[in-house]
């Protein structure tokens, strides 16, 4: 992927096929236009998978597919806690787009697995498919 995070190389590494984060954003806007860019509730995101260890890849597979758009981001949407989480859920709530998240640092077992994926955070999914991070 191009350094630095989002960019066509990421997709295309992620999936064969993958749609670059400009075309993946008004497809993953909530159905029906009323999106405002908020996130989901906190239900959405609040498995807590078991042991010390990395989250396991059905865990991973399992908390990919149950959201549409997954960020995996430090802190919160209301109250991020890096730079590049707040200006990434800044672009995607200007966009209209409903998201889940996963705090990486309230989650250390997603984190530590997320990171065979992309080593940096945020990482941002949609359909299954890593954007970039």
Do not use: I, Y
């Amino acid at each position: 992927a191009e350094p630095g995070g989002v960019g066509p190389a990421a997709a295309e590494e992620a999936e064969p096929g993958a749609s670059k984060l400009g075309a993946a954003v008004p497809e993953a806007a909530a159905a029906g236009g009323n999106s405002r860019g908020r996130a989901c509730d906190a239900a959405a995101h609040s498995v807590q998978p078991g042991g010390a260890g990395p989250a396991s890849p059905e865990e991973v597979r399992d908390r990919l597919a149950r959201s549409r758009v997954l960020l995996f981001m430090k802190g919160s949407p209301d109250r991020p806690r890096c730079r590049f989480s707040r200006e990434t859920v800044r672009l995607l709530q200007e966009h209209g787009v409903e998201f889940d998240h996963v705090d990486v640092l309230g989650e250390p077992a997603f984190r530590e697995a997320m990171k065979a994926h992309w080593p940096t955070f945020p990482q941002l999914w949609a359909e299954g498919v890593l954007l970039g991070g």
